[in-house]
């Protein structure tokens, strides 16, 4: 099977592995499910962003976690985004959560052209 890379965007690998260890190796486990090309039910699709934008959820002792990633580029799959979610209220995403996540997307697709070339 040819799995695709994992392209960690900004400081989205620095932000995952400051994760509780239980969380971000459920994470890491379903990212490596998606590698291999496998649908990961839980996977919220983030329209706002565009197709191919997901959301990956976790809890742990209390507190909320997410990791934003695309899927639809052709050479890896680009993890945007891995944070703790600070709000109790809302199911939104935070303002300054939403623009990291865009520019860091334009940045994945600006990746994936020059590893095309």
Do not use: C
Not at 12 to 27: G, M, N, T
Not at 79 to 91: E, N, R
């Amino acid at each position: 099977m040819n799995d695709k890379a994992v392209v960690w965007v900004g400081t989205s690998k620095d932000d995952i592995s400051a994760l509780p260890v239980p969380v971000k190796a459920s994470f890491g486990h379903r990212l490596r499910l998606i590698q291999n090309g496998k649908a990961v039910m839980e996977a919220k699709a983030l329209p706002q962003f565009g197709s191919g934008v997901f959301e990956l959820r976790d809890g742990y002792d209390g507190e909320a976690y997410r990791i934003m990633y695309v899927i639809n580029l052709k050479d890896a799959i680009y993890v945007l985004h891995a944070f703790q979610k600070k709000s109790k209220s809302g199911i939104g995403l935070p303002r300054r959560d939403a623009e990291l996540i865009a520019q860091r997307l334009k940045l994945a697709r600006a990746l994936s052209r020059e590893a095309l070339t």
